[in-house]
DNA sequence: GCGACAG
DNA sequence: ATCTTGTCGC
């Protein structure tokens, strides 16, 4: 790590990873959700935010010139700025926010999931679709994601469920006992709709 | 040096 | 993530 822009975003996540709060939320109580998700077309990022009420879903898109590389460990200098100012509309009403990315489950236990919900201190859940850190621990009919020892997540079926922040294992738990968030689907889908729509 | 490597 | 044809399987 000797290019000093990456040097200095590892002790910016140091400070993140540092400032994670784990505590039990109570997922299955939680009716009002929010999801990110961002879609890319050249070097414009398409962002958007879905918020279920518990009744019905709305979103928003944001749209920018993306100017950082995706760089493993480093994905949330590229998505996070664009995912926070989409979710901005829905910040205060949103009692959990799910993303598409990995929280604890890296290696300076700072994902984007982690990153996000530190900064803006809501409780966050990370939901990747594939592996990036971590060793897989079977036990109790569950396979358990450890980082640097610790249990920070759960690995579902292909998906990677782990703690973002103001939650605790036993509320990845419950999510992700329902496989994969209807709501992050709906994320996905609005993102690339409004990336080939602005073409 | 080699392999792994979210989106 | 995105680019992309046909193809294997439920």
Known sequence: MEDPLLNFLVKFQSLVARNV?????????????????????GNKGYAVAVYF???????NVVIDEVK???????????EAPLMIKALEKYQDQC???LIDGHGLAHPRKSGIATVIGVLLDIPTIGVAKSRLFGEEVKEDSEIYIL??????????????????????????????RKGYPEILKLADKL?????????
Do not use: M, W
């Open 21 to 41: 709060v784990i505590s039990h939320l109570g997922v299955e109580n939680v009716n009002k959700i929010c999801a990110l998700d961002v879609a890319y077309k």
């Open 147 to 176: 980082a640097h020892g610790e249990k920070v997540g759960i690995k579902k079926g292909k998906f990677y469920f782990s703690i973002g922040n103001k939650v605790d294992l036993n509320d990845v738990k419950v999510l992700a």
């Open 191 to 199: 993102s690339k709709e409004a990336k080939g729509k602005n073409s």
């Open 68 to 78: 950082f590389p995706y760089i493993p460990t480093f994905l949330f200098i590229r």
């Open 53 to 59: 009420d518990g009744q019905g879903y709305d979103h």
């Open 95 to 97: 009692q959990l926010t």
